[in-house]
């Protein structure tokens, strides 16, 4: 049997961080308000005129895997309303690092966490400066400490009574 | 220490705060929390799981604020625990243990039970075999408590409960039982009256009070007759009997539907939960008289719970009437009539007590239940006016002695001989030509005699002690009752 994925996960893979998602929701509510304009035009033209050309993109083949005729206007809100809901449940991996990190960093951590716990997942990034390096994964509850910090405290507490001397 | 980061570091699990209520907070995360684990916040406060659901739990704050949302927790692996020691004895302190007077210097004990624990099984119970006393000669005559009993205490708000409660409570420390006041929900002013009256009594030595003030968290006042429990638990596996007492369920009850309500749980009948039979019975199931290595030992247990307007066919009331060993009933009417302590015999029950009576007050309970019933039937028809014979008469005029008899205010307790004695002597005819009025000044003085005079002392338990039934009884008090009350300085 084929293996036919869920066109909405399918877009989760593509979205990196929390603040992505929330910036593709917010385009998705900003084509939905400019629907009225499909009266004169093409949905699919205002589509391309409103969003950037990766999103645009991406609805357009999220629209016909979902087998959505474009040219309703009812069945093209309610698909992208449905896309907008998988956006906002998707499982979130928080990432605590200790460094404000570029675009492109975060997008190598996310595509290496979602190899690690799933493609369909969102990475959350926030700044900590005293983890000083490595960083603090949450995932479904689960702590996973890798920040430079937990292992001075350890190699503290390990060697307290050389270092104390050390420093006296 | 077990701070927030500790634990994090132990359990490696983390949640988050997403719905925050009074005395309640809803978390995400933690994965492996258990029913009834404790957890921490960030913020320090800590909290109980009461309920855990596939995407969230709900957490039970022991804080007065509620938690802020985004608030991360963790868990502790730990269950609720009340450090338990006899450091406790003459303690007011909280359901953790704490002193509500947090200026004293005080070291918790180090050891620590669960205050959540199954009841023990029929294997560990023993019949109930020992008489307990209250030094109220109304209950210990007519509805007499043994020792592992559950009795419910029931009435109206204002009609002496907590006096027969501390009455009986002063009576059972002086005997050395450890006795156990919980307050649940009460004005700091009623228990600090309550520490008043034992400290008065010089038993605080053999007291705990564990309160839950009105103003606690919902959480805190809901744990507090566990936690109570689990103190009784500990001095009954020391060797002690124990007498706890908790006052009142009526109020545990209400606090539990507020915090099943605010969970969105199904409402039941007058929107209780529907667990609160199985929280309160399993409450009460923890009491008993029981085996141990050191011999049986005994935790009697007094519920309170009070009545509106005299109705005692409440849902609470009703549940814990079927939970328990019998109930006492105050009755709002004879208080208002004048009657101390303003028990109702005839709608009191006690389903084990009878069976830890000796022969001779098993007689004289017989005797008195069906004279109290014969009087109450002659006292209707004598309204008519009709016209009265001597017999009649004479059973009035015995059932008005015997109710000054019963007439007790709250700061005299009676011994048990000394009961006896005093009801042996009406029932003789000692006091025949006098009035009730008379028959008290009587009464009293022979009670102040009773409490400073020694010899007074063992010449009444000489008589009382020695007797198999009423009629031995009588005969003695017929020889000997007034020389030995002669011989105490009384003149009746």
């Not at chain 1, 702590?143 to 009574?161: M, Q």
């Not at chain 2, 947090?102 to 039970?113: A, H, N, Q, S, T």
């Not at chain 2, 002496?160 to 002013?189: D, E, H, P, S």
């Not at chain 2, 005299?412 to 006896?420: R, S, Y």
């Amino acid at each position: 049997m084929e293996n036919q994925q869920d066109p909405g996960i399918a877009i989760l893979k593509t979205i990196a961080s929390t603040e992505d998602a929330s910036y593709y929701i917010e385009q998705i509510d900003r084509f939905l308000q400019s629907m009225y304009q499909t009266d004169r035009t093409s949905i699919l033209t205002v589509l391309e005129e409103m969003l950037p050309e990766n999103i645009s993109r991406d609805i357009k083949e999220y629209l016909i895997s979902s087998k959505i005729d474009v040219t309703h206007q009812e069945q093209v809100r309610y698909a992208l309303g449905t896309l907008q809901d998988t956006i906002r449940k998707a499982k979130v991996v928080s990432l605590t690092i200790a460094f404000p990190a570029s675009k492109r960093i975060v997008e190598k951590i996310a595509s290496q966490v979602k190899e690690s716990f799933g493609s369909n997942l969102l990475v959350e990034i926030s700044i900590n400066q005293e983890l000083v390096g490595g960083a603090v994964i949450i995932y479904k509850g689960n702590y996973i400490d890798l920040s430079v910090k937990r292992k001075v405290d350890i190699l503290f507490d390990a060697k307290k009574e050389e270092i104390l001397k050390f420093l006296a | 220490m077990n701070t927030f980061a500790n634990l994090l570091e132990k359990t490696k699990e983390i949640g988050f705060t997403t719905r925050s209520l009074e005395s309640m907070a809803y978390v995400s995360g933690l994965p492996g929390l258990k029913p009834g684990e404790l957890v921490q916040f960030e913020t320090g406060e800590v909290g109980q799981a009461a309920y855990i659901e596939e995407d969230d739990a709900e957490i039970l704050v022991f804080a007065k604020l509620p938690i802020k949302i985004g608030t991360r927790v963790t868990r502790t692996t730990e269950v609720t625990t009340l450090p338990v020691g006899a450091e406790y004895l003459g303690q007011l302190i909280d359901p953790f243990g704490n002193l509500l007077d947090k200026l004293r210097p005080f070291k918790l004990p180090e050891e620590k039970r669960p205050i959540d624990v199954e009841p023990a099984g029929i294997a560990m119970r023993r019949k109930i075999t020992k008489s307990l006393e209250t030094g109220v000669s109304l209950v210990d005559m007519l509805i007499p408590l043994g020792q592992g009993q559950r009795e419910l205490v029931i009435g109206d708000r204002k009609t002496g409960k907590t006096n027969f409660l501390l009455q009986t409570i002063y009576t059972q420390a002086r005997k050395g039982v450890i006795c156990i006041y919980a307050a649940i929900g009460k004005k700091k002013f009623d228990v600090k009256q309550a520490e008043e009256y034992f400290r008065k009594k010089e038993i605080m030595d053999q007291v705990v009070i564990m309160a839950a003030l009105a103003d606690d968290p919902l959480s805190t006042i809901y744990i507090s007759p566990f936690a109570a429990m689990t103190l009784a638990e500990y001095f009954k596996d020391r060797g002690n009997d124990v007498l706890i007492v908790m006052d009142d369920l009526n109020t545990h009850a209400k606090f539990y539907r507020e915090i099943s309500l605010l969970g969105k749980r199904f409402p039941g009948r007058n929107a209780y939960p529907a667990d609160i039979f199985y929280t309160h019975a399993k409450l009460l199931e923890r009491a008993g008289n029981f085996g141990q290595k050191n011999g049986v030992t005994a935790i009697t247990c007094l519920p309170v719970v009070e009545t509106v307007q005299g109705d005692i066919t409440g849902y609470i009331q009703t549940n814990l009437m079927s939970m328990t060993d019998g109930h006492i009933y105050f009755d709002v009417d004879l208080f208002a009539k004048g009657r101390r302590p303003a028990v109702n015999p005839f709608l009191s029950v006690t389903r084990v007590g009878r069976q830890t009576q000796n022969n001779l007050r098993r007689t004289i309970n017989r005797e008195l239940t069906s004279f109290l019933t014969l009087r109450e039937r002659i006292e209707n028809f004598a309204h008519f006016g009709a016209e009265t014979s001597t017999t009649v008469k004479n059973t009035l005029l015995t059932g008005d002695q015997i109710t000054a008899f019963f007439d007790q205010t709250s700061e005299v307790v009676l011994e048990i001989n000394l009961q006896i004695f005093l009801f042996a002597l009406i029932w003789f005819g000692i006091w025949r030509t006098k009035t009730p009025d008379q028959l008290k000044q009587d009464l009293t003085n022979i009670i102040i005699a009773f409490e400073t005079k020694t010899e007074f002392q063992k010449a009444v338990a000489k008589t009382v002690e020695k007797q198999e039934s009423l009629n031995t009884l009588l005969t003695e008090i017929g020889k000997s009752g007034t020389k030995i009350l002669r011989d105490a300085g009384i003149k009746v």
